[in-house]
């Protein structure tokens, strides 16, 4: 027995079923998954850049962005990283398991501010996650936008995630694909550099354009230099910050920059609002 | 005192001998005195050293390394030998300077004695045996007993166990003989002792005051912090809270020296050093051991002997 | 009251002061306020929020919904009254958190005005009469051996309604009642406009803060202390087949507070007590148009080290 909504509380999750567990490397897996109450997989809906809050009963709670596009409804996906106690326990479950799933939360990708232009998506590692959503979106409305490149990049062959999505986007004659890695090893054919290099090579128009970048802090920052030296302005460029957080609806007080809190007025941010941060810490 | 202190401090500065001195400031509240680090010699300038110097400074050794000029009390030089023993700080970077200390007012014994509140309390002097008090205008008196940290009425170290140099006044026990706390606790039946400890550990709010202010508990990363396993729930449940004390107890055993900080800043004030009274009475019947006193004595859980009893083994 | 609500009053537990169940006449003699703020019954240090159980072969969820019986609190301060109004925005924007609003709309609070300026508090500066409250449903003055009262709203009307304990009172008496705090008097520390603006021009000042925060042990006396500090967690408590997620209070002061798996932005003591000064003087103003602070003074009476937050104030203000 679940209580009604309205006595529900803010904090209680709604039970989610994984219908495919999918390994994308050795410490990332891909869970599709299901709302088990059949009402609310007709009302559910989102936006590519949010997030939810993910329970495994007992174990905890954790954050990550929805991976899916909100024009696939079907199902939902999330892609977790295994580094901790939550992400651990995710990692261990197979189809039929039953999660919490409160969501969604934060702002999304300003879809508005993308048509009409040329796109370049820059991913690294598990930053494609986010990404993943906003691309699957934009092509499955493909003549909204123009000219599309996707930049994807990671530390080796084994780290690639989304091999079948990766695939998939080479094979759209109406999309730019690169896929690099930092390592390469013996059975690697592809493009071998960092994503930020890698970009600069491949040298995208800015005039007009818009990018978004995800991956780690570092990759970010030197994508971000890249870009600027190939013409972008700040206000051309987006990305998703991660902190940690708890309650994802903006009370816990965890995830603030300055007088921002990552869930409610992020976790998408420009770099021309990253750039007028009264706070380094992030 | 104050100004031989700042020159000496200084003198230490200019010749490069530290990098920080840990001193004592004028406390912003009454019968307090706040923690002074100083990283230049201009930092001494508010230095300060009254009566009422409780803390303990060798709680900053966790987070203040290389060369560091320290004030201690004689207690507080306890902490120094075991923080040596356990391989924390290095005597070579250390100058240890004592502070004489006529016995810590306790202003939560003195409150109940005179049943009053903090903002009641005008005055407090000391006079011979006696502890003068102004409270609400009208003056009174308590003795030693009433008024001490239970710490400073059981004091058998009021020299520090090893200097650089010693501050001029005496360095004696308040009591001439050493009154150590009662044993009520102790009587009563394992029920009654847990009735006790529960309806205290109902109050822990989890701040860890206990924790940080200790200079024995000095793991960058506390067990608490750790949630893969999660061995102790962070939550404040009786049970969890039982958990965090004990554990914690068992954690400093060897190292704690009684300093009593832990009770002293506790906000919820509940009765800690009962804890730590039980465990070091427990390693001196079973191990002979005193923690920091004797540098050359290794520490109980860091060694085995044939001797260790051993008649729990059936 | 008692017979239909639950009736809450200072009393003196274990040598501290706390709100609890009334039980005799013997009212707040020597009373200032309670360790623990009264927030503590509003937003509790824990709280289940859950619990799952596995029926067969899923799990199953079971709400604990927010209590619901009616509650009157008398001899609440004007700061910690205040305090409660100051958080009731962070539960109550977006999504609505009915534990807390819940409590908030249940409690009838009646306040007392002080006499005793508390150790450490600075009210004043922050914008609070001690001897006065909006915050209140009734606010008491003591005038002689009695009570004057100001009644504030309508639920406050129709408790002095019932029963004969209250007569008329005038303006007049009512102003008379204002006295003499113990204690106050003294200037003005600060001004609370100048530290505002100040702390957010010197946030980046890392020099500043490390210097105002080189003492800080990192506890949680202050933030729990706090009437107006709310971070909590979610914390998940497990047996066999059941687990509850609670909610607990949490510090921003801790080490491990921001800290993720591959990185912590507030790995640095100093970062952590910018991260405080700044959200309650600064961030939350432009949040919530409020400063998070009502200078009931328990951080600065408890702190371990007397990390005085007035002295910190001042010197962001210079």
């Known amino acids: 027995m679940i209580s009604p909504v309205a006595e529900r509380g803010i904090y209680q999750p709604d039970l989610m079923e994984v219908t495919k567990v999918i390994a994308e490397t050795w410490d990332t897996k891909t869970l599709h998954i299901q709302f088990k109450d059949p009402a609310l997989r007709k009302s559910f809906s989102f936006l590519s850049g949010q997030f939810a809050e993910y329970s495994v009963f007992g174990e905890g709670e954790a954050t990550f962005c929805i991976s899916s596009s909100p024009t696939r409804m079907d199902h939902l996906e999330v892609s977790v990283k295994r580094v901790g106690r939550v992400t651990s326990a995710l990692h261990q479950l197979n189809a039929g398991d039953m999660i919490g799933f409160r969501g969604p939360y934060g702002n999304h990708f300003p879809l508005d501010m993308l048509q009409g232009r040329n796109l370049l998506f820059i991913g690294g590692g598990i930053g494609l996650a986010p990404l993943r959503s906003l691309i699957q979106n934009v092509l499955d409305h493909r003549s909204e936008y123009r000219e599309i490149m996707i930049i994807y990049g990671a530390r080796s062959p084994q780290d690639l995630c989304f091999k079948y999505d990766l695939e998939a986007w080479s094979r759209d004659p109406s999309v730019k694909m690169i896929t690099t890695v930092d390592v390469e090893d013996k059975d690697w054919k592809g493009k071998v550099g960092l994503v930020p290099s890698v970009m600069e090579e491949a040298a995208p128009s800015p005039a007009g354009a818009a990018a978004i970048a995800c991956g780690p802090p570092i990759m970010i920052r030197y994508t971000l230099k890249s870009?600027?030296?190939?013409?972008?302005?700040?206000?051309?460029?987006?990305?998703?910050?991660?902190?940690?957080?708890?309650?994802?609806?903006?009370?816990?007080?965890?995830?603030?920059?300055?007088?921002?809190?990552?869930?409610?007025?992020?976790?998408v941010f420009s770099f021309e609002e990253i750039r007028s941060f009264i706070s380094d810490e992030f | 005192m104050n100004d031989e202190l700042i020159i000496l401090a200084s003198q230490l500065f200019d010749e490069g001998r530290i990098e920080h001195f840990l001193a004592y400031r004028k406390g912003t509240v009454k019968f307090k005195t706040t923690p002074?680090?100083?990283?230049?010699?201009?930092?001494?300038?508010?230095?300060?050293?009254?009566?009422?110097?409780?803390?303990?400074?060798?709680?900053?050794?966790?987070?203040?390394?290389?060369?560091?000029?320290?004030?201690?009390?004689?207690?507080?030089?306890?902490?120094?030998?075991?923080?040596?023993?356990?391989?924390?700080?290095?005597?070579?970077?250390?100058?240890?300077?004592?502070?004489?200390?006529?016995?810590?007012?306790?202003?939560?014994?003195?409150?109940?004695?005179?049943?009053?509140?903090?903002?009641?309390?005008?005055?407090?002097?000391?006079?011979?045996?006696?502890?003068?008090?102004?409270?609400?205008?009208?003056?009174?008196?308590?003795?030693?007993?009433?008024?001490?940290?239970?710490?400073?009425?059981?004091?058998?170290?009021?020299?520090?166990?090893?200097?650089?140099?010693l501050l001029p006044g005496e360095y004696v026990s308040p009591l001439e003989e050493a009154k150590f706390p009662g044993d009520e606790l102790r009587k009563k039946s394992v029920l009654g002792k847990w009735t006790f400890w529960a309806e205290q550990f109902e109050r822990c709010i989890r701040c860890y005051a206990c924790r940080n202010i200790c200079p024995a508990c000095f793991c960058p990363r506390c067990v608490v912090e750790e949630n893969l396993p999660q061995w102790v729930s962070p939550l404040p449940t009786r049970g969890d809270n039982f958990v965090f004390h004990m554990m914690r107890m068992m954690h400093v055993a060897?190292?704690?020296?009684?300093?009593?900080?832990?009770?002293?800043?506790?906000?919820?004030?509940?009765?800690?050093?009962?804890?730590?009274?039980?465990?070091t009475d427990d390693l001196r019947e079973l191990f002979g051991f005193m923690a920091g006193v004797d540098l050359n004595v290794p520490l109980p859980f860091r060694t085995f002997s044939q001797e260790d009893p051993n008649d729990f083994i059936k | 009251m008692r017979d239909r609500a639950e009736v809450l009053g200072p009393a003196k537990e274990n040598g501290l002061w706390t709100f609890r169940r009334f039980d005799g006449l013997d009212l707040l003699r020597g009373f200032q306020n309670s360790r623990l703020p009264v927030k503590a019954l509003f937003l509790e240090p824990l709280r289940p929020l859950f619990e799952w159980k596995q029926q067969g072969d899923s799990p199953e969820l079971y709400s604990f919904p927010p209590a619901g019986d009616e509650r009157l609190i008398f001899g609440i301060r004007s700061c910690d009254a205040r305090a409660l109004r100051i958080l009731g925005p962070v539960f109550a924007r977006d999504h609505q958190d009915a534990l807390y609003l819940k409590n908030l709309s249940r409690t009838l609070l009646l306040g007392e005005a002080c006499r005793v300026q508390c150790e450490g508090s600075f009210c004043g500066e922050m914008g609070i009469d001690p001897q006065d409250s909006g915050d209140c449903d009734i606010f008491f003055r003591e005038i002689a051996e009695e009570y004057v009262a100001k009644v504030l709203t309508e639920r406050g009307e129709a408790l002095i309604g019932e029963g004969d304990f209250f007569g008329e009172a005038t303006e007049e008496q009512w102003r008379s009642a204002r006295g003499e705090i113990r204690g106050s008097g003294k200037k003005p520390l600060f001004e609370l406009e100048t530290v505002r603006v100040r702390a957010a021009e010197r946030f980046s000042e890392g020099e500043l803060w490390q210097r105002v925060s080189a003492k800080c042990i990192n506890c949680g006396v202050c933030t729990y202390l706090c009437p107006t500090c709310y971070c909590?967690?979610?914390?998940?408590?497990?047996?066999?087949?059941?687990?509850?997620?609670?909610?607990?209070?949490?510090?921003?002061?801790?080490?491990?507070?921001?800290?993720?798996?591959?990185?912590?932005?507030?790995?640095?003591?100093?970062?952590?007590?910018?991260q405080r000064v700044s959200h309650k003087f600064n961030f939350f103003f432009q949040n919530f148009q409020a400063i998070a602070c009502v200078g009931c003074g328990r951080c600065v009476a408890h702190c371990p080290v007397n990390l005085d937050l007035r002295e910190v104030l001042l010197e962001v203000a210079g």
């Open chain 1, 227 to 267: 870009l600027e030296k190939i013409g972008f302005a700040p206000s051309q460029v987006w990305t998703t910050l991660e902190m940690k957080m708890k309650c994802g609806l903006g009370k816990c007080g965890r995830c603030n920059i300055g007088p921002l809190y990552v869930c409610k007025d992020g976790p």
């Open chain 3, 232 to 274: 909590f967690d979610l914390c998940d408590l497990q047996t066999p087949n059941r687990a509850v997620r609670f909610r607990r209070w949490d510090s921003c002061a801790f080490s491990d507070f921001t800290g993720m798996a591959v990185h912590n932005p507030r790995e640095e003591k100093w970062r952590r007590y910018r």
């Open chain 2, 254 to 279: 060897g190292t704690c020296v009684s300093c009593g900080e832990c009770q002293r800043v506790c906000p919820m004030e509940i009765p800690l050093m009962k804890l730590n009274e039980k465990m």
């Open chain 2, 36 to 165: 002074l680090i100083a990283r230049t010699k201009k930092d001494l300038q508010g230095l300060w050293m009254d009566d009422f110097c409780a803390s303990n400074l060798t709680l900053y050794l966790k987070e203040i390394k290389g060369r560091v000029g320290i004030v201690v009390k004689g207690c507080d030089s306890r902490s120094l030998v075991s923080l040596l023993k356990e391989g924390q700080v290095k005597r070579e970077d250390l100058y240890v300077v004592g502070l004489p200390c006529p016995g810590q007012i306790d202003l939560r014994k003195v409150q109940s004695a005179l049943a009053c509140e903090r903002e009641d309390l005008e005055e407090i002097n000391r006079r011979g045996p006696q502890i003068l008090i102004r409270v609400n205008g009208q003056e009174k008196a308590l003795q030693k007993s009433q008024a001490f940290l239970d710490k400073c009425l059981a004091c058998q170290y009021p020299k520090p166990l090893f200097f650089d140099h």
